[in-house]
């Protein structure tokens, strides 16, 4: 399934507890507003059920914001 910011935003709500994304830009860093490693592996681990698409290691970092994890799975999808 394709993901847009939206169903993004809902996964990083529902795998963060205690931090305000009501202001996260989708080209800002999660680290801006709180989340730290351990919550975005949280995130990225339900970002790849739901679009059932695998990130690699090596693409981690590059998926530190919204909009990095919209352009990998555009990048990716099957």
């Known amino acids: 399934m394709m993901l847009d910011g939206d ?4 996964i990083i709500l529902e795998a963060v507890k205690g931090v305000d994304i009501s202001s996260l830009e989708d080209d800002q860093d999660f680290e801006d507003v709180g989340i730290d490693s351990l919550d975005h592996s949280m995130i990225l681990l339900s970002v790849e059920e739901k679009s059932g698409v695998k990130i690699p290691d090596e693409a981690v970092d590059n998926c530190r914001s919204v909009k990095g994890i919209l352009s990998f ?3 990716n999808a099957a």
Do not use: F, N, Q, V
Request: aromatic letters at 0%; proline letters at 0%; hydrophobic letters at 45%.
């Open 73 to 75: 799975l555009g990048d």
């Open 7 to 10: 169903a993004i935003r809902s």
